[in-house]
Antibody
């Protein structure tokens, strides 16, 4: 049973960089069958796909965040990471790391989610 | 971006009722649509993929279908444990987008 667990600071100051890591257990992040995504959810609001990474390091990002976001993978540690630069209060959200089933170049569905971690942007 | 419009945004129904939620995409997404259930304080859970396929282990009272350009999600007989927010999501093209959610309550 694959499990995903987010880790990282829960509080980030405005203009700084939000950094989160997702550790995958019970399965290999190097599988060709999956991408690895970050999805966020502001309190009381809907879900926003941030971006994804493949085990090869190939990435795709939401254009609304593309200029500020980097997602990377470390296959030796079975982890992938999110960095979001120049954060503002609008980036305050629960951040989920998610496994998504590949269908060719598409992500077919998000089938395994971390529990989520709240990141608050505040001075 | 493809806009996903869900209706209704909230719904109150009784145990045993048939519940239907609709999702409309701003452009053709073939059948590249999924449905998720999110309970308070929890991560979303995949229920339906490819518009109509039931995820393994999900009760058969949940179903999905495509009708013309719209997608519907149905709970055939509402149970107390179905209280949650439900989201549709398209994976036709980047960025993957979700509907705004339907908050389902028990009457």
């Amino acid at each position: 049973q694959v499990q995903l667990q987010e880790s990282g600071p829960g509080l980030v100051k405005p203009s700084q960089t939000l950094s989160l890591t997702c550790t995958v257990s019970g399965g290999s992040i190097g599988s060709t069958n999956y991408y690895w995504s970050w999805i966020r959810q502001p309190a009381g609001k809907g879900l926003e796909w941030v971006g994804r990474v493949y085990f090869s390091g190939s990435t795709n990002y939401n254009p609304s965040l593309k200029s500020r976001v980097t997602i990377s993978v470390d296959t030796s540690k079975n982890q992938f990471s999110l960095k979001l630069r120049s954060v503002t209060a609008a980036d305050t959200a629960v951040y989920f790391c998610v496994r998504d089933k590949a269908l060719g170049a598409r992500s077919r569905f998000f089938d395994n989610w971390g529990q989520g971690t709240l990141v608050t942007v505040s001075s | 971006d493809i806009q996903m419009t869900q209706s209704p945004s909230s719904l109150s129904a009784s145990v045993g009722d048939r519940v239907i939620i609709t999702c409309q995409a701003s452009q053709d997404i073939t059948n590249y649509l999924n449905w998720y259930q999110q309970k308070p304080g929890k991560a979303p859970k995949l229920l339906i993929y490819d518009a109509s396929n039931l995820e393994t282990g999900v009760p058969s009272r949940f179903s999905g279908r495509k009708s013309g350009t719209d997608f519907t999600f149905t709970i055939s007989s509402l149970q107390p444990e179905d209280i949650a927010t439900y989201y549709c999501q398209q994976y036709d093209s980047f960025p993957y987008t979700f509907g705004q959610g339907t908050n389902l309550e028990i009457k």
